[in-house]
């Protein structure tokens, strides 16, 4: 599973804790050259020390601005000369029913999970045309493939990435880029650290206490779908517990 990994230049977005730092574990393994972005910038100096990777490949980075994520990926090819594969990871579910009426988290969810896609994706877009190559990969949900009392607005920001990504697959195909949308169920990370409600935080923690599998299994799906040859696109990928419904 890491054919055609080696070497290769990968910006993590969101890269300071779960699933983004867990991929980077693996890449970094694998040979990639890895690129890591997020706000808390202790967490990502602190992963390249533990991997192996100069604090160069370490830019702080909100994904609400446009232009910070495109520093990040500018650094990348700074750096490397190109970009192989962008990881758009960076996301917040802090769920709550509509009728709280959380409006900061609401607009939170649409500014980081569907407009911080938006912006990988038009950091590296320019880049992988010109390259006429590269993979971009959205972390979706298996809440993007349905929606439950209490998850309304985070499943919406989910089915929106992948409506993103597959209208995206089919505009780029002439470029040779690759796009992925990969939806995980419930993975043991830190995502159910940021719910402000206490009862709905109460809930999701023990179902993820009960249910969730370890972040190892969406890293190993990311390099699975980089090792496939260039002329083999996976497009979707959606995995959950086993014991999960
Ligand atoms: P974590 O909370 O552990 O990681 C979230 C990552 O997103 C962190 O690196 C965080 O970095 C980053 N992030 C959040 N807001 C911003 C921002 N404004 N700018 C830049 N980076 C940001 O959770 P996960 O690893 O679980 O989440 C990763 C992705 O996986 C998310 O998109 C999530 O929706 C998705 N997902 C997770 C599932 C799970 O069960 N764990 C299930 C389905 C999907 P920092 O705070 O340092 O900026």
Not at 81 to 88: H, Y
């Amino acid at each position: 599973m890491t054919d055609n990994i080696e070497g290769k230049v990968v910006v993590i977005v969101g890269a300071s804790s779960g699933l983004g730092a867990e991929t980077a574990r693996h890449l970094a393994k694998a040979g990639a050259k890895v690129v890591l972005g997020a706000r808390r910038v202790e967490r990502l100096t602190a992963l390249a020390d533990e991997i192996g990777v100069s604090h160069d490949a370490v830019v702080q980075t909100d994904v609400v601005d446009a232009a910070q994520v495109k520093a990040l990926v500018d650094r990348a090819v700074e750096l490397h000369a190109r970009i192989d594969v962008i990881l758009n990871n960076a996301g917040l579910m802090p769920h709550s029913p509509l009728e709280r009426l959380k409006i900061d988290d609401w607009n939170q969810m649409i500014d980081v999970n569907i407009k911080g896609v938006l912006h990988g994706i038009a950091a590296a877009l320019p880049y992988m045309q010109a390259q006429k190559s590269g993979q971009i990969i959205n972390v979706s949900s298996v809440a993007g493939h349905t929606v439950r009392p209490g998850g309304v607005v985070y499943s919406a920001t989910k089915h929106a990435v992948r409506v993103i990504s597959e209208g995206l697959r089919q505009e780029v195909k002439p470029h040779g880029i690759r796009v992925l949308t990969l939806s995980p169920g419930a993975v043991a990370t830190e995502l159910t650290d940021h719910i402000t409600e206490a009862d709905v935080a109460k809930g999701i923690r023990d179902f993820y206490e009960e249910y969730a599998i370890p972040a190892d299994s969406f890293a190993r799906c990311v390099l699975f779908a980089m090792s496939q040859p260039e002329e083999v696109d996976i497009n979707e990928i959606l995995f959950r517990p086993t014991s999960q419904q």
